[in-house]
């Protein structure tokens, strides 16, 4: 990281310390406390409610925080975990250097430092999600000398009092500015209080989303990231759902981030796009069409694309998202800028090096150099996910297609055009297979397809049979059904899980 980068990062410690994050080191943390007169450090972490969770502590001395950063502290597990009993639910959680930022929210200077978990032997928590992550990514790096990445698309409502002047139109807030976006100050804060955390922010914008009823607004808006370390990529997120959530406390209006608000209204997902690197090479396009790599990957994703609805699609109401005609996905499929399939691969820039030029034409510094930002676009997942398994059953699932002597031609097979519901692919829509349509159809089929993320002890066991029971617990199956058209019924249950995650 080079002086101008430093200069220019929002991270008050990176500035501060003049190195990057991942550099951070014990002593550089109690520096800056030291130098700004930092009186708390809050510990965060993330529990099976998809939350993050708090541990203050006061910095009363310099010998304390010490203590702090090197040992950490304990914690009840089974009040965090299901799938931890109480017989050996103590806990650590150890603070990653590298997490440090400073609060905003903070009455006092504070600093937060998102934690690992470890069990009594100090040994890495198998089943802490971060940890699950953490392995997959390894295992497949070490098996294919690649890095996964990254990016989430995280989408969100903000629910406030009526506003009658320069009313949104329904469904129809894509990218809509302020005055017709009331929210856009609090989604440009929150955008300037990620990056100063070390969120990598691509952009934020107004969502599809919008509509009243007789006395409240729902408007829609989204937060996109820069890809990253599948590891990083999450950590921010988690971050950036806290910040959006206090944001809104603070404006006085609801944030929901669950996947349905009502009926035939836009729903949030969480997309994730994702690639992989090999020695800073974006290996998802060759030759300027989609690579045998990257078919492989998705290849592994469709096969267990039922499965990971498990981790990616966690209440009743998510279901009532994957609906036909919603840009949601139900088939089985993927394909090229369709937004109805589980896998899209959206525009990436190839060939298009000459735009800037054409809009420039007075400044020939502007062109781009072997720009490669290709992804492809996991389309299923909502914010009841727990990201980290989310993530985890993506690597997983990608590396299991790689490993898959006949994943070449599955992604042949499950390819579709973009006009899937034309007519004439009538045949093809109906042989494809569908998504889960409840929890409980999604517990089934992660119970029929576990051995995929079983395997090479990446997701244990009880967490697979706690997954499995937790969704089950839901007998939700065929409830769509059961209160089509209901409106009161649908109303319950959405507002049973209006704060889900």
């Known amino acids: 990281m080079n002086d101008s980068e430093i200069l220019m990062n929002p991270n008050e410690?990176?500035?501060?310390?003049?190195?990057?994050?991942?550099?951070?080191?014990?002593?550089?943390?109690?520096?800056?406390?030291?130098?700004?007169?930092?009186?708390?450090?809050?510990?965060?972490?993330?529990?099976?409610?998809?939350?993050l969770k708090t541990l203050n502590f006061a910095i009363s001395s310099k010998e304390y925080l010490d203590t702090i950063l090197s040992a950490g502290e304990r914690v009840d597990g089974s009040s965090l975990f299901s799938f931890i009993g109480a017989g050996s639910s103590d806990l650590y959680v150890i603070p990653r250097y590298r997490t440090a930022f400073v609060n905003p929210f903070s009455e006092v200077p504070a600093i937060d430092i998102l934690c690992s978990f470890y069990d009594s032997e100090g040994k890495p928590?198998?089943?802490?999600?971060?940890?699950?992550l953490r392995k997959a990514h390894n295992l497949f790096k070490s098996e294919t000398g690649c890095t996964f990445k990254a990016l989430a698309e995280l989408e969100y409502y903000v629910i406030s009092e009526r506003d009658d002047f320069f009313p949104g139109t329904d469904q129809k807030g894509y990218h809509s500015s302020a005055p017709f976006a009331k929210w856009e100050d609090l989604r440009k804060e929150a955008l300037i209080c990620i990056t100063r955390a070390g969120g990598m922010v691509k952009y934020g914008h107004a969502e599809v989303g919008c509509f009243m009823?007789?006395?409240?607004?729902?408007?829609?808006?989204?937060?996109?990231?820069?890809?990253?370390?599948?590891?990083?990529?999450?950590?921010?997120?988690?971050?950036?759902?806290?910040?959006?959530?206090?944001?809104?406390?603070?404006?006085?209006?609801?944030?929901?981030?669950?996947?349905?608000?009502?009926?035939?209204?836009?729903?949030?997902?969480?997309?994730?796009?994702?690639?992989?690197?090999?020695?800073?090479?974006?290996?998802?396009?060759?030759?300027?069409?989609?690579?045998?790599?990257?078919?492989?990957?998705?290849?592994?994703i469709l096969d267990a694309a039922d499965a990971i609805t498990a981790f990616g699609n966690t209440i009743p109401t998510s279901y009532l998202r994957l609906v036909p005609h919603q840009e949601a996905p139900t088939n089985i499929?993927?394909?090229?800028?369709?937004?109805?399939?589980?896998?899209?691969?959206?525009?990436?820039?190839?060939?298009?090096?000459?735009?800037?030029?054409?809009?420039?034409?007075?400044?020939?510094?502007?062109?781009?150099?072997?720009?490669?930002?290709?992804t492809f676009e996991y389309r299923v997942a909502d914010c009841s996910a727990d990201p980290y398994l989310t993530v985890a059953a993506l690597v997983v699932?990608?590396?299991?297609?790689?490993?898959?002597?006949?994943?070449?031609?599955?992604?042949?097979?499950?390819?579709?055009?973009?006009?899937?519901?034309?007519?004439?692919?009538k045949e093809k829509l109906a042989a494809l297979k569908q998504l889960p349509a409840s929890c409980w159809e999604s517990a089934e089929a992660l119970e029929a397809k576990r051995h995929i993320f079983e395997a090479?002890?990446?997701?244990?066991?009880?967490?697979?049979?706690?997954?499995?029971?937790?969704?089950?617990?839901?007998?939700?199956?065929?409830?769509?059904?059961?209160?089509?058209?209901?409106?009161?019924?649908?109303r319950q249950l959405v507002e049973r899980f209006i704060h889900i995650g």
């Open 397 to 425: 699932a990608s590396l299991n297609g790689l490993r898959m002597k006949d994943a070449l031609q599955l992604a042949d097979k499950l390819y579709v055009d973009v006009n899937i519901f034309s007519p004439e692919y």
């Open 456 to 490: 090479d002890g990446i997701f244990p066991k009880g967490m697979i049979d706690s997954r499995i029971n937790n969704l089950k617990s839901f007998q939700d199956k065929g409830l769509s059904e059961k209160i089509y058209g209901k409106t009161e019924e649908i």
């Open 125 to 132: 928590l198998e089943s802490s999600p971060e940890n699950v």
């Open 13 to 51: 410690l990176v500035r501060f310390l003049k190195k990057p994050s991942a550099e951070f080191t014990k002593n550089d943390i109690i520096r800056f406390c030291e130098a700004k007169n930092i009186e708390m450090v809050n510990f965060r972490y993330v529990a099976d409610d998809g939350r």
């Open 333 to 374: 499929c993927w394909g090229e800028r369709n937004r109805s399939v589980v896998i899209r691969i959206p525009l990436g820039w190839v060939g298009t090096e000459q735009m800037v030029t054409h809009a420039n034409p007075a400044d020939t510094s502007a062109q781009p150099a072997g720009l490669n930002r290709q």
């Open 213 to 300: 009823t007789e006395d409240t607004l729902y408007e829609q808006h989204e937060i996109e990231f820069l890809p990253m370390p599948v590891e990083d990529a999450v950590d921010q997120l988690v971050i950036a759902k806290w910040m959006v959530r206090m944001l809104g406390y603070r404006y006085g209006v609801d944030i929901s981030f669950a996947p349905k608000i009502t009926v035939g209204k836009a729903g949030s997902g969480l997309h994730f796009h994702l690639m992989v690197e090999k020695d800073g090479k974006n290996l998802v396009f060759e030759n300027g069409r989609i690579s045998n790599t990257s078919k492989k990957m998705i290849a592994g």
